[in-house]
């Protein structure tokens, strides 16, 4: 405990616990926050699905979505070319209209991120400054199954390699054993392998797979542990469990931001990752985070979309709202 | 705990959704309306007036005044019809009419959702996925019923009652229709059916689809007007008297009937508790809350209007609440996006004022969100009254509108005291994630319907009705039934 007792997250945990980050502590912590009822917040998610955007809100809600989608590739068959590939996307989403904004980042594996940074060349940089990062998924992603070493490893190497953001998995069988004290200790290590020599960092991104975890009770306190190891980021999902992203799921991790903020006035993103496909999804998920915690979220640093098809159909949205005709799958540019 | 209740300023970013207004189009009102007795439009012999858009002032049409003697030839029209064709009619062959009309509401669902909308100030997202929708389900599960009136519970071959007069409120105009008739019709009755004075449209448009249903006159006739309309309904040579509106009216309605033959079915007001315990899911107690209060500008006679909240999590829940608050959107009812609309009228308005600023002077503690209230029209926000205390006004009366009093209470006896501490008990609503304790709970309160974790969802299978001064009687479900029969001949 000792390499990891300077980080702040540790000493906020310790503090909040009122003693070691251990499972009892944990659980007597975790199991203290208030249940979730799955009927009333699926009701409350379908909700949002009846707001109905028109006109200049939804030429605004198409480029938000735009800027806050993870540009993502994470296949076992990618290779330079593919990255490469979609980089150019990133870099000109719709060579047709270049006042469209370009995405937040490419997510890749971790081998890889040397070939996204080079592709996205004088372009790589903070999205706040309209620039492209460059995220990696570790730590043995999408399972998990390896040990802490190796997952350490996976993320140093990201790091080094110059991934502006890591995002992990949790181990979820820990988890639903109920070993949460060693859940929350891989994060903090994680948390740590972040760190560059020159004392800053990538970014964490804490994938939870919310297909996995089963319940919406586990979904709230697997978003409450990530956060207090450490988490800048807490994510639904890899993408290769079904069900992927939820708009339920969002909320709930939505509200535990919420409530995040209000105990310690800290602001922790949320991104929902896979099986986002439409433009009228997506628009969805932007209201549910205005109307939940407010639009200060709809920054790339406050939230994102893990999804690859989702831009093309925003595209084609976008052209249609200022042409007043859709065009078809031919007018924009696969990646 | 940091307190982050920061309302955006209208105008400005995301949350300031672009106008996305439902067509007006899509219904054509006639400039005025009679009465519709016998199948056919007839002139009334009152003095007309006009029916008006409570969020704009705008007239909309005008509509006919039923006198004494207008009245008393619906009831005959409806005698004859069921004299002669309704009540000799197989029942399969009523179900038939039931279905065609259930049928023909869904067809015009959007044109009626618009109008009661445009009548009542309801958003239309309420209209269009709640009132219309509830609607054709009424008819249809009654439908169902008109052949299997064995299985009502009165024994083999229940008779209907005759002709009911039925008066009906202007919260849910259409809805609280087809909670009247849908039942009446399947029994066999014939009914004569008096809208509130501000809220005729969607009924006058029903006569329509009476119509275009074929439905033999004289089985259904609107007669349209004020107070004095249905007094002299209840007065006429009806069988059944079916009303839901204010407990002054129905004790009214009580004393006039008092002594004759006719049935009562009486659905009156309520003062719901909406009871959170300290184990309740909170974020969606709070959604439960927002439902049981604000839902048709809290219009509603089993809203949840006291809010009981356990004293150990009080502070943090109303913070919450109000937060939650601030994210409704008052405005224009035909807009998709609006959550709380108009008050139905400049009456109701006054009342709902005069209420809120006795409560004030009560020394409670009262809490507006903020929003932008249009120039024109009525409109009152969304309010919350704390530091209320059981002997309060506001506590007490039914104030019928978007305002919520919140008391706390520290035990399951307390609350469970508290709640039923009130003349009314109509409805009321427990939040906790251990069924145990609802179930518990649910058994010591005395009201018509008790709700688990939600509130204010209504199914045509679920008997409705009150305690105490919320009336007696049930509608919906094999109970509803009962209400327009009477046991056969054995």
Redo the contacts between chains.
Sequence with gaps: MNTVAKLAPTARAVAMLGGDADDRALRLHLEGL????A???E??AAGFA?????????A??LD?VIRLIDLTTLEGADTPGKVRSLAAKARTPDPSDPTTPRPAALCVYGDLVAVAIDALGGLHGDPDDGRIGVAAVATAFPTGRASLAVKLADTRDAVAAGADEIDMVIDRGAFLAGRYGQVFEEIVAVKEACFRADGSAASLKVILETGELATYDAVRRASWLAILAGADFIKTSTGKVGPAATLPVTLLML?VVRDW?????ERIGVKPAGGIRASKEAIRY?IAV??TV??AW?TPHLFRFGASSLLNDVLLQRQKLASGHYSGPDYVTID | ????I?P?APGT????????PESRDVVRLRSSYGLFIDGEWVDGHGAPFTTIDPATEERLADIASADDADVALAVAAARRAYDRVWSRMAGGDRGKYLFRIARLIQERARELAVAESLDNGKPI?ESR?VDVPLVAAWFFYYAGWADKLDYAGLGANPRPLGVAGQVIPWNFPLLMLAWKIAPALAAGNTVVLKPAETTPLTALLFADICQQADLPAGVVNIVTGAGTTGQALVRAEVDKVAFTGSTAVGREIAKAVAGTRKKVTLELGGKAANIVFD???????I??VVNGIFFNQGHVCCAGSRLLVQESIHDEFIDRLKQRLT?LRVGSPLD??TDVGAINSAEQLDRIRRLSDLGEAEGAERWSAPCVIPDKGFWFAPTIFTSVSTSSTIAREEIFGPVLSVLTFRTPGEAIAKANNTPYGLSAGIWS?KGSKILAVADRLRAGVVWA??FNRFDPASPFGGYKESGYGREGGRHGLAAYLKAGAR
């Design positions: 208030s249940r979730v009822d009927v009333g917040l009701q409350r009846t707001r109905s955007i028109k006109t200049t809100s939804k605004a809600a938000t509200e903020h209000r105990l310690t006035g932007l205005a109307e407010g639009e709809l | 705990m940091t307190k982050d920061q955006q970013g995301f949350l300031d959704y672009a106008p996305a997202k996925d184990d309740a899911p909170m974020d969606q107690a959604e439960g994210t998709k996006n994630d974790n939600t």
